[in-house]
């Protein structure tokens, strides 16, 4: 670039170098805007070479491009100095401006730093403006412009095309140039980095429609059941999705699974089952109403589907057919717990039966509530905690499984209706298939008198009442004392009956005709004795020829004519392989009340039938 000295030279100029920042503008990459700017000292401002070098992420200055002379950008490109030696460099030399010269007199101490350079030699300035080959001339760039913003870059030249240092308009021209290029390499970084994020943007997009294209399948086609419901909001609860196997599973179409919730559709002796199970993680096993009103056996698992901008939105839930697994489960439960010649309830079964409708405070102390942990839910005392507290499977629909209006008898009442489960219920409080005295159908016999013989407010779960099983009172404020009847009670009192049999004449019978005609009569006794007692009664065989009942809401009176009743059903001929055989039975009974042990009022029992057994041996001699 010529000196100012002739107008007309600047006018040529100034329009070269208003081409040179127009062609900035119509790079379309950051490459190409580094390269741009390098040609553009060359073409418009009248250098023969030309470096941009870059700041690094690592704060180091990269060569990103060079102009006017293939060898020195083959040497030069990609070569990196480091920021220290550059913050050395803008400090030198003498301050055009922005703009950095350190003339060859003082540069030769930067002939050995780290900065790529492309060194030349040449003989002495011959007058004081010529330029020589170890001249540097630096203009820096800076995002805001100024010194004062972040350096983005420097740009070096080297031999001006006229041989001379440049003059205040040469210096003034490449100061404006610079700062049109920092302003160029901040927007090629601006749309670069937006260009980035668009790409990362859709590969996410095409990730997440793979992904939930992969969950449609993975729900859809899952051989095992699996519902989504609403977590939060009006419709909390609802089913929003049900697969195709969960639809099989249930009998229902996936239009009619979506007018549900899970509380609609579990057992009502699973709703408290249902009530403790979290969002997060939690499991459970309950049992879930078909369309023709049988129940499943599932095991649920749940996590929660989280929306980052909105926060848990779904409920997740796998649902597994474990029918057959609990099948055999309940089967093994079964032989555990009942004789297996008999079929009736066994010794562990009757004791287990006999505790769970004592405890261990007698009548007249004072409770002292048992208070349940904390759960994912809050506190459960009583059960009246658990209304209205939150729970992932709620639904909007009434009350289909519930007692309209709460349930009355405890201590204000459990109240229905909707709660964030869908169902406010307790467990307790809902109808189930026991029988009154709390067992289920196949425990126990049919007998031939009813519900119309139990005193009234005898309901549902009261033979199966609370027992902690570590002395204190059960949490359930529900739990109904028994009191133990005694020779001086009124007629009208009633109580829990333990009648303990004892056949006569067994162990001849065995010893005569073997075992195989003493089983028959023991499993012939046991089918008499099941015919004789009221639903709700329990028949357990204790061992050998030893048979106990358990039979409640019984005055003494009462429970004198079941055992004569009981004795009369067990004396007729038994017909045993063509052969009759006969057995009597002595009856003692005891009465059960909170305060004792299952084994005390076993005991009481026994020795009243050994009582009674020899009493009537007495008055069989004397009438011999």
Same mark, same amino acid.
């Given at each position: 670039?010529? +000196?100012?000295?002739?107008?007309?030279?600047?006018?040529?100029?100034?329009?070269?170098?208003?081409?040179?920042?127009?062609?900035?503008? +119509?790079?379309?990459? *950051?490459?190409?805007?580094?390269?741009?700017?390098?040609?553009?000292?060359?073409? $418009?401002?009248?250098?023969?070479?030309?470096?941009?070098?870059?700041?690094?992420?690592?704060?180091? %200055?990269?060569?990103?491009?060079?102009?006017?002379?293939?060898? @020195?950008?083959?040497?030069?490109?990609?070569?990196?100095?480091?920021?220290?030696?550059?913050?050395?460099?803008?400090?030198?030399?003498?301050?055009?401006?922005?703009?950095?010269?350190?003339?060859?007199?003082?540069?030769?101490?930067?002939?050995?730093?780290?900065?790529?350079?492309?060194?030349?030699?040449?003989?002495?300035?011959?007058?004081?403006?010529?330029?020589?080959?170890?001249?540097?001339?630096?203009?820096?760039?800076?995002?805001?412009?100024?010194?004062?913003?972040?350096? #983005? $870059?420097?740009?070096?030249?080297?031999?001006?095309?006229?041989?001379?240092?440049? &003059?205040?308009?040469?210096?003034?021209?490449?100061?404006?140039?610079?700062?049109?290029?920092?302003?160029?390499?901040?927007?090629?970084? *601006?749309?670069?980095?937006?260009?980035?994020?668009?790409?990362?943007?859709?590969?996410?997009?095409?990730?997440?429609?793979?992904?939930?294209?992969?969950?449609?399948?993975?729900?859809?086609?899952?051989?095992?059941?699996?519902?989504?419901?609403?977590?939060?909001?009006?419709?909390?609860?609802?089913?929003?999705?049900?697969?195709?196997?969960?639809?099989?599973?249930?009998?229902?179409?996936?239009?009619?699974?979506?007018?549900?919730?899970?509380?609609?559709?579990?057992?009502?002796?699973?709703?408290?089952?249902?009530?403790?199970?979290?969002?997060?993680?939690?499991? @459970?096993?309950?049992?879930?109403?078909?369309?023709?009103?049988?129940?499943?056996?599932?095991?649920?698992?749940?996590?929660?589907?989280?929306?980052?901008?909105? $926060?848990?939105?779904?409920?997740?839930?796998?649902?597994?057919?474990?029918?057959?697994?609990?099948?055999?489960?309940?089967?093994?439960?079964?032989?555990?717990?009942?004789?297996? #010649?008999?079929?009736?309830?066994?010794?562990?079964?009757?004791?287990?039966?006999?505790?769970?409708? #004592?405890?261990?405070?007698?009548?007249?102390?004072?409770?002292?509530?048992? +208070?349940?942990?904390?759960?994912?839910?809050?506190?459960?005392?009583?059960?009246?905690?658990?209304?209205?507290?939150?729970?992932?499977?709620?639904?909007?629909?009434?009350?289909?499984?519930?007692?309209?209006? &709460?349930?009355?008898?405890?201590?204000?009442?459990?109240?229905?209706?909707? $709660?964030?489960?869908?169902?406010?219920?307790?467990?307790?409080?809902?109808?189930?298939?026991?029988?009154?005295?709390?067992?289920?159908?196949?425990?126990?016999?049919?007998?031939?008198?009813?519900?119309?013989?139990?005193?009234?407010?005898?309901?549902?779960?009261?033979?199966?009442?609370?027992?902690?099983?570590?002395?204190?009172?059960?949490?359930?404020?529900?739990?109904?004392?028994?009191?133990?009847?005694?020779?001086?009670?009124?007629?009208?009192?009633?109580?829990?009956?333990?009648?303990?049999?004892?056949?006569?004449?067994?162990?001849?019978?065995?010893?005569?005709?073997?075992?195989?005609?003493?089983?028959?009569? %023991?499993?012939?006794?046991?089918?008499?004795?099941?015919?004789?007692?009221?639903?709700?009664? +329990?028949?357990?065989?204790?061992?050998?020829?030893?048979?106990?009942?358990?039979?409640?809401?019984?005055?003494?009176?009462?429970?004198?004519?079941?055992?004569?009743? #009981?004795?009369?059903?067990?004396?007729?001929?038994?017909?045993?392989?063509?052969?009759?055989?006969?057995?009597?039975?002595?009856?003692?009974?005891?009465?059960?009340?909170?305060?004792?042990?299952?084994?005390?009022?076993?005991?009481?029992?026994?020795?009243?039938?050994?009582?009674?057994?020899?009493?009537?041996?007495?008055?069989?001699?004397?009438? &011999?």
């Amino acid at each position: 670039m010529d +000196t100012e000295s002739e107008p007309y030279v600047r006018l040529t100029t100034l329009r070269q170098v208003h081409q040179a920042v127009a062609n900035l503008n +119509t790079a379309r990459s *950051l490459a190409d805007t580094l390269q741009t700017v390098a040609e553009g000292v060359v073409n $418009g401002l009248g250098y023969e070479l030309a470096a941009v070098n870059l700041v690094r992420p690592d704060g180091d %200055l990269v060569v990103a491009a060079v102009a006017g002379s293939a060898s @020195a950008e083959a040497f030069l490109s990609g070569r990196v100095g480091s920021r220290v030696s550059w913050e050395r460099r803008l400090s030198m030399g003498e301050r055009w401006g922005e703009l950095r010269f350190i003339p060859y007199t003082e540069g030769w101490v930067l002939d050995d730093d780290d900065v790529p350079q492309w060194r030349t030699t040449g003989p002495a300035p011959r007058f004081p403006d010529e330029w020589h080959p170890m001249d540097r001339l630096l203009a820096p760039m800076y995002s805001a412009g100024a010194a004062g913003g972040e350096l #983005l $870059g420097v740009i070096s030249v080297d031999r001006p095309s006229n041989g001379r240092r440049p &003059g205040a308009w040469g210096r003034e021209a490449l100061q404006m140039y610079a700062f049109q290029s920092a302003i160029a390499i901040s927007n090629a970084k *601006l749309r670069a980095n937006m260009q980035r994020a668009l790409v990362r943007l859709e590969r996410e997009q095409q990730a997440l429609r793979a992904s939930e294209e992969s969950f449609r399948q993975a729900f859809e086609y899952a051989p095992s059941g699996m519902a989504i419901a609403e977590l939060g909001g009006d419709q909390h609860g609802r089913l929003h999705r049900a697969n195709d196997a969960l639809c099989r599973l249930l009998g229902r179409s996936a239009s009619q699974m979506r007018r549900y919730s899970f509380s609609d559709l579990v057992h009502p002796e699973d709703i408290g089952t249902l009530l403790r199970t979290s969002a997060e993680g939690g499991r @459970a096993e309950l049992r879930l109403r078909r369309r023709d009103d049988t129940f499943v056996w599932v095991s649920l698992r749940n996590s929660v589907v989280a929306d980052a901008a909105e $926060g848990p939105r779904y409920l997740l839930t796998h649902v597994e057919d474990i029918e057959d697994r609990k099948r055999h489960e309940l089967q093994l439960a079964h032989r555990a717990s009942h004789d297996s #010649l008999t079929g009736l309830p066994n010794s562990a079964e009757l004791r287990a039966r006999l505790s769970s409708r #004592l405890c261990a405070r007698p009548p007249g102390s004072e409770p002292q509530h048992a +208070t349940a942990d904390h759960g994912p839910f809050g506190r459960l005392e009583g059960f009246e905690e658990v209304v209205g507290v939150g729970d992932p499977f709620g639904g909007p629909f009434g009350e289909p499984l519930g007692i309209p209006g &709460g349930i009355p008898g405890g201590p204000g009442g459990i109240p229905g209706g909707d $709660g964030a489960y869908g169902h406010d219920r307790a467990p307790d409080a809902l109808a189930d298939d026991r029988s009154p005295g709390g067992y289920r159908p196949g425990d126990y016999a049919v007998g031939d008198y009813g519900m119309a013989d139990y005193p009234a407010g005898t309901g549902a779960g009261d033979f199966g009442a609370a027992y902690s099983g570590s002395g204190g009172y059960d949490h359930r404020d529900h739990h109904v004392h028994t009191v133990p009847l005694d020779e001086d009670s009124d007629e009208s009192e009633k109580g829990l009956a333990v009648l303990f049999c004892d056949l006569d004449g067994f162990k001849s019978i065995n010893d005569r005709f073997g075992h195989h005609t003493g089983d028959a009569v %023991l499993i012939e006794v046991a089918r008499r004795l099941s015919s004789g007692v009221r639903d709700g009664d +329990t028949v357990a065989r204790m061992g050998g020829d030893e048979f106990v009942v358990l039979a409640d809401g019984l005055g003494r009176a009462d429970a004198e004519d079941l055992a004569v009743r #009981l004795r009369n059903a067990i004396i007729p001929p038994i017909r045993v392989d063509g052969r009759a055989v006969r057995v009597g039975a002595s009856f003692g009974i005891g009465w059960a009340g909170c305060g004792m042990s299952a084994d005390e009022v076993l005991r009481s029992a026994d020795q009243r039938m050994y009582v009674e057994k020899r009493s009537r041996a007495r008055a069989g001699r004397r009438a &011999g």
